[in-house]
C-alpha cells in the first residue's frame, strides 16, 4: 500500500511503479527474457577487465606460453564481448514487444475508462488536457521500462559484480568501491526524488494546462473570429506559455545543478580508486595486470555510475509525466455498473419516477425532494418551464447520467440503478438541442446507433428524418466526412442526420431536448414532420421552450424549481386562470407578436 502525500493521494513513485509492476505481471514470460538478456550480457562486460588484466600479465612475461596466455585472454575477451553484442541485441528485440503492447494496454484502458466518467467529470476536464495525459504517460511508460529493465537492472548486476571481483582480490578496494557507489547512488536518488521531482511535477500540470487551453481555443475558433479576438486569444496563450517556460526552466536548471554534483561525488571516487591501485602497486600487492584489471573494472564501474545519473534522473521524468495517468487510472467512475448488474428489456416503456430526490454535488439543495411521476407507456410527454426548473436533469436522470441521492427510477418495473448503463442507454434514443456528430462519414453518424446497418437501412432513416435529398447533393453523398463536431453541416442538416441517427437506432424510448430550437422555419418544418414520425410507437419525451413544439403532446408537465406546478394536455392547461402554462403561453405569443411587428 502507497503512503499517501499531502494530498491525500498515494506517493506518486510507489503508486507509479506499482501501476508498472501490476502491468509487467501480465507478461511474466517476455518480462523474464529482457531482464535475464540483459544480466547476462552484463555479466560478460563484468568479466571482460578479469581478462584484461590476464593479457596486460602476458604481455609482460616472455616465452611460448605467455603467447598462448595473450591469445587465450583476447579470445575469451572477443567471445565475451560477441555474447554480450547478441544478448543485448535479443533484449532489446524483447523489449520492443512487450513496451509497444504494455503502452497499447495502457492507453486503450485509459481511453475505456474515460469513457466511463461521469458527465461532472467530463464537463470539468479539458479534452486536450485529458489527451495530453493519455499520450505522455504513455510515452513515460516506455521510458521507465527502458530505464529499469534496460538501464538500472544491468547497473546494479556491474556494481555489486565489480565490487565482489575487487574485494576477492583487495578488500580494502572492494570497500572503496562499494562506498563510493552507494555515496553516488544516495546522492543522486536524493537530488532527484527532493530537488529535482517537485519543480518537475510543477512543470508537468503547466504543460497540461498549456494543451488544455490551446485546444480550447482552437475548438472555439469559430467564435474567436465572430469577436476578432485573435490577438487577445493570442496574448492568453502567451500568458500561459511564460508561466510553463518559467516552471520547466527552475526543472532544467534544478536537473543540471543535480548532475554537476554527481560529476564531483564521480571525481571523488575515481581519486580514491586510482590512488588506491598505485598505493597497492607501489608496495607490491599488485602486478601491473592487476593494475589494468582495477582500471578497466572502475572504468566499467564509472560509465555504469555516470549513466545511474542519467538512469535515475529518467526515473524520476517518467514518474512525473506517469503520475497524472495513474491518478486518473485510480479515480473512481462517478457512476458505475453495480455488480452483477443485468441487461435491461424494455417491452412497453413506462418511466415511474418514486420518491426521488437528487442534488447536484456541491448544491445544499436538492433540486428534486421525494419527486415521484409516471409516463406512461406510448405516452407522448412535454416538458416546459423556466431555464433552470429541472427539465433537462429530468432527462438525463433517466439516461443515468447521474445516481439519484434516494429513491428510484423505474423502466416496465426494472430500476435503471440495477442494469447496465450501455443497455439502458440502448433504450433510448436521444436528440439534442445541438447534436453532436464525429468527424466520420455521415453513414457512420447515423449508423452510431446500430453499427452493422446496411447503406439502404441507412438511407431509408435519412428519408424518415428529411436528410436524403441534402446529402446526396453533397459530392460524396452519404461517404461525405462531416468535420469535428460536424462543423461542415448547417444547425438544421445535423438536427436531420441526428433524427437519422435516432430512427436507425429504433429504440423505445425517445428523447427531444430543445431539438428545434435554433432553428430557421424551413428547417423547423422539415424536421417537426421528421420528429412526428418518429414519435410514433415510442414513449417521447420532449424538452421544449417553443411550446408550439408540445402542443400536440399528450401531456404537458410544467416544472418549476424541480417541483410539479401543473400537468395535463395543452387546451385544457390553457383554460386554468392564472396558471403557469398559460402565463409561459401568453409570455411567448407576446414575444412573438412583437417581433412581428418590427
Known sequence: MSRPDRTGRPEPFRAVL??????????????????????????????????????????????????????????????????????????????????????????SEAFARLQRFSTDWHANNFAGSTVRKITRGMWALDLLTDTILIALLPSVVVLLGSTVLLAWHWPAMGL??????????????????????????????????????????????????????????????????????????????????????????????????????????????????????????????????????????????????????????????????????????????????????????????????????VIRAGEKVGLVGRSGSGKTTFVKLIQRLYDVTSGRIAIDGQDIAAVTQASLRAQIAIVQQEPVLFHRSLAENIAYGRPGASLAQIEQAARLANAHEFIMRLPKGYATLVGERGVKLSGGERQRVAIARAFLADAPILILDEATSSLDSESEALIQEAMERLMLGRTTIVVAHRLSTVRAMDRIIVFDRGVVVEEGPHEALLQRENGAYRGLFEKQVSELAKGLAV
Not at 88 to 99: C, K, Q, S
Not at 188 to 205: G, H, I, Q
Not at 283 to 308: C, E, I, K, M, W
Request: proline letters at 3%; charged letters at 15%.
Open 176 to 373: 572503496v568501491v562499494l562506498a563510493g557507489a552507494l555515496i553516488y547512488v544516495g546522492v543522486t536518488v536524493s537530488l532527484s526524488l527532493n530537488y529535482v521531482a517537485p519543480a518537475a511535477r510543477l512543470a508537468n500540470s503547466w504543460d497540461t494546462r498549456l494543451g488544455g487551453s490551446l485546444a480550447d481555443a482552437i475548438s472555439c475558433n469559430p467564435v474567436v473570429k465572430a469577436y476578432g479576438a485573435e490577438l487577445r486569444e493570442d496574448a492568453r496563450t502567451a500568458g500561459v506559455l511564460a508561466k510553463w517556460a518559467l516552471r520547466t526552466r527552475r526543472t532544467w536548471v534544478r536537473g543540471t545543478t543535480s548532475g554537476t554534483a554527481q560529476q564531483l561525488v564521480l571525481l571523488a571516487l575515481r581519486a580514491a580508486v586510482i590512488g588506491l591501485v598505485i598505493w597497492l602497486w607501489a608496495n607490491g600487492q599488485a602486478t601491473p595486470g592487476d593494475v589494468a584489471f582495477v582500471l578497466t573494472s572502475y572504468a566499467v564501474v564509472h560509465g555504469y555510475l555516470r549513466d545511474v545519473g542519467q538512469h535515475v534522473h529518467n526515473l524520476q521524468r517518467s514518474v512525473n509525466d506517469m503520475e497524472e495517468l495513474v491518478a486518473m487510472h485510480d479515480q473512481p467512475y462517478g457512476v458505475a455498473d453495480t455488480r452483477g448488474a443485468s441487461a435491461m428489456a424494455v417491452t412497453a416503456g413506462e418511466i415511474a419516477f418514486e420518491d426521488v430526490t437528487f442534488h447536484y454535488g456541491g448544491h445544499a439543495q436538492p433540486l428534486y425532494r421525494d419527486f415521484s411521476l
Open 18 to 107: 506499482g501501476f508498472t509492476f501490476r502491468h509487467w505481471a501480465r507478461r511474466p514470460g517476455p518480462v523474464g527474457f529482457v531482464a535475464g538478456s540483459m544480466m547476462a550480457a552484463t555479466v560478460a562486460d563484468l568479466f571482460m577487465p578479469v581478462y584484461a588484466g590476464r593479457l596486460v600479465d602476458a604481455v609482460a612475461g616472455e616465452g611460448a606460453s605467455a603467447l598462448d596466455a595473450a591469445l587465450w585472454s583476447l579470445a575469451a575477451m572477443l567471445a565475451l564481448g560477441a555474447a554480450g553484442v547478441v544478448l543485448r541485441h535479443l533484449g532489446f528485440i524483447g523489449i520492443t514487444g512487450m513496451t509497444l503492447r504494455t503502452m497499447g494496454d495502457t492507453a
